[in-house]
Nanobody
Framework: QLQLVESGGGLVQAGGSLRLSCLASGRTFSNYRSGWFRQAPGKEREFVAVISGDGGATYTAGSVKGRFTIARDNAKDTVFLQMNSLKPEDTAIYSC????????????????WGPGTQVTVPS
């Protein structure tokens, strides 16, 4: 089993920045793709970004492209989500996911999930 724990969430004013971290344990992290998803109150879970196991390939959702960047440090078993120019509509619980097969923008294709961290951007 791969365990994932997110950190770095919080309350930030519009236009500010946050960096989320997701620490993995239990298996060789570099073997797994890793993704970030978010879910706002009353809305479906939304894909944010994904990175390949070796960090050589990334894909970011159009809604956050140019503002959010995904990266990983396999030596530290950690994947990051740098979020800049935050907007109130970015308010959500952000969860990291790893492993699985299939469409990397679909949450159902991931095998492992963290509990999530809250990001709040007041309007």
């Amino acid at each position: 089993q791969l365990q994932l724990v997110e950190s770095g969430g919080g309350l930030v004013q519009a236009g500010g920045s946050l960096r989320l971290s997701c620490l993995a344990s239990g298996r060789t992290f570099s073997n797994y793709r890793s993704g970030w998803f978010r879910q706002a109150p009353g809305k479906e879970r939304e894909f944010v970004a994904v990175i390949s196991g070796d960090g050589g390939a990334t894909y970011t959702a159009g809604s956050v492209k140019g503002r959010f960047t995904i990266a990983r440090d396999n030596a530290k078993d950690t994947v990051f989500l740098q979020m800049n120019s935050l907007k109130p509509e970015d308010t959500a619980i952000y969860s990291c996911a790893a492993g699985g097969l299939g469409d990397s923008t679909e949450a159902r294709t991931y095998a492992y999930w963290g509990p999530g961290t809250q990001v709040t951007v007041p309007s």
